[in-house]
């Protein structure tokens, strides 16, 4: 195997090495394989560091046969210390070394653990600096990175996204402050979850509150929400939400939520003991759409046998705690509460959303075709998605233009938000398609929703199948049709091994993708 193929990049440009390591090995490994990052962004310094590994590792493998059990494992755990550096790993991960040292030990001779502090303290300042003059340029990758995984889109010029860029900068300041401190021995406490205090000030957490000389004014969990949900509409009016999606929280939030919660409790006792509680109704509860269970009460509810198929799914929980989290949130920032017991609680489902879409299959492709064929410009459309892999809001985003004789969909504007910087990219446009059709669309809502119901309605009653299992598709048969992984990650807006953090163009030439598209027959 030459060394080049076990040479990769990770998202941020790192090389590392990857090789599997041989069955008679693997025992005293106790492991498969090396993954070892090698710290470095030069490809040739990268495969310096990855031959040095390969090669003490394969002599390791050329000597083990005439040697004992315990020799063997004697120069295993050799290699591992000092060619993977895995002390070096185990000392961050126990609080020492790298990255802070343990209380009592002699911080100034541990030389590691000031150079980590010194760097924690530049990085600290840079963070600072750029978030004073409200510049997320060191966050927007992996916000967006994260964004991507779990499927959510947010319009960048929106206040949401630039909160959450803050509260991102903000967490990253914390951290290297605390690793800065442990780093010099000025903490002397265990290490502990960071993730407990990115988002509240430490001397507001750890000093005693001054007791007011009255008794502090109780607000119920009513009266918080009654002024959330005018903030609320504030916003929603400010963000030209639409009014279905406005009706859908406040309905949850009043109807449910409250009733859960309890409208006359102090809504500074709401614990996260309490909260788990909720999540865990909540999951219990039936679909808020189907009749029968309009006209019951959340406590009748709770106590109803609900056929499983009624249940809510996993996505439409992650959807109700991210309203609730936004009540809290706006809690804590106006001072109703002052700790944020949903701080801690997850919002994802665990899967993003690609991977709770099911593929449609070739041939129910062509009968979608066939129920549309007296419709043109669903029929097309539905041709366009199958053989672009393009999300909805692309097409409604992107122009049409001819680069090098190739006709393609141009997203590579960036006066126009997407959710990625990957997602800016040109994908050639399929023989199939009738582009003059395309000049006008049908609105977004309508077209998805016809869509759906065609294949709910004909096709299969699978929730995992709607329009979007077009776009996975598209994923599904160029992979089918042995296409380049990094030419499929390229034409959907997916991060991949040929970019550099700072791509403004496309990695591949539109020829190259022409022929990817064109391998999709339909």
């Known amino acids: 195997m030459e060394l080049v193929t076990m040479v990769t990049i990770n998202r941020c ?3 590392k090495v990857r090789f599997r390591i041989h069955q008679e090995l693997r ?6 394989e090396v993954n070892k990052s090698l710290n470095t962004k030069d490809i040739a310094e990268a495969k310096s560091k990855a031959a040095i590994i390969l090669g003490k590792y ?6 083990c046969k005439v040697l004992d059990k315990s020799q063997i494992q004697e120069l295993v755990d050799k290699y591992i210390k000092e060619t993977l550096e895995q002390d070096l790993i185990d000392r961050a991960v126990k609080g020492q070394g790298t990255v802070f040292c343990n209380v009592g030990f002699d911080v100034y001779n541990n030389t590691l653990a000031l150079a980590s502090a010194d760097m924690a303290e530049t990085l600290k300042g840079d963070y600072a600096q750029d978030l004073s003059n409200n510049n997320y340029r060191l966050i927007e990758e992996t916000l967006d990175e994260l964004l991507d995984k779990n499927s959510i889109e947010v319009d960048k010029t929106s ?3 630039k909160l959450l860029s803050y509260y991102m900068m903000l967490a990253q300041i914390q951290i290297l402050d605390e690793a800065s401190k442990r780093g010099r021995g000025e903490i002397h406490t265990p290490p502990e979850v960071i993730s407990n205090r990115l988002f509240y000030s430490q001397k507001h957490i750890n000093k005693p509150q001054p007791k007011e000389a009255n008794e502090r004014k109780i607000t119920t969990n009513k009266e918080a929400l009654d002024s959330y949900i005018k903030f609320y509409k504030a916003r929603c009016d400010e963000n030209n939400t639409t009014k279905d999606q406005y009706r859908d929280v406040v309905s949850f939030l009043t109807e449910v939520f409250l009733e ?3 409208p006359n409790e102090d809504v500074a006792k709401t614990t996260l003991e309490d909260i788990i509680d909720i999540r865990d109704i909540i999951k219990t509860l039936p679909k808020r759409n189907i009749q029968k269970y309009r006209v019951m009460s959340v406590d009748e509810l709770i106590d ?6 009624d249940i809510i799914s996993s996505r439409t929980l992650v959807k109700y705690m991210k309203w609730i989290k936004g009540c809290y949130a706006y809690y804590h920032s106006t001072g109703l509460i002052q700790t944020n017991p949903l701080q801690l609680i997850a919002t994802t489902s665990g899967t993003n959303a690609l991977d709770e879409r099911l593929p449609l299959e070739h041939k129910e492709i062509e009968q979608l075709l066939t129920l ?3 419709d043109k410009v669903t029929n097309n459309l539905i041709k366009v998605f199958y053989t672009s892999g393009m999300r909805l809001s692309e097409l409604y985003k992107c122009s049409l233009k001819e680069i090098d004789g190739v006709k393609v969909y141009d997203l590579t504007d960036r006066s126009i938000s997407l959710k990625t910087k990957s997602s800016y990219r040109l994908i050639p446009i399929h023989r199939s398609i009738d582009v003059s059709l395309l000049k006008e669309l049908p609105t977004q809502d309508g077209f998805s929703k016809r869509v759906n119901e065609l294949i709910r309605s004909h096709i299969s009653d699978d929730k995992r199948k709607v329009l979007y299992s077009l776009r996975h598709s598209f994923a599904t048969d160029l992979k089918n049709n042995r296409i380049d992984p990094n030419v499929i990650s390229e034409l959907m807006g997916h991060s991949h091994q040929t970019m550099t953090l700072q791509r403004y163009a496309s990695s591949y030439d539109v020829h190259i993708l022409k022929e990817a598209i064109e391998t999709l027959s339909i």
């Open 372 to 374: 549309t064929k007296d």
């Open 27 to 32: 025992n005293y490994f106790n492991k498969n």
């Open 159 to 161: 206040n949401d996204y």
């Open 260 to 262: 859960l919660v309890s």
């Open 304 to 309: 109803a046998e609900i056929d499983e198929a």
């Open 58 to 63: 394969e002599q390791i493998l050329k000597v």
């Open 13 to 15: 440009g790192i090389y």
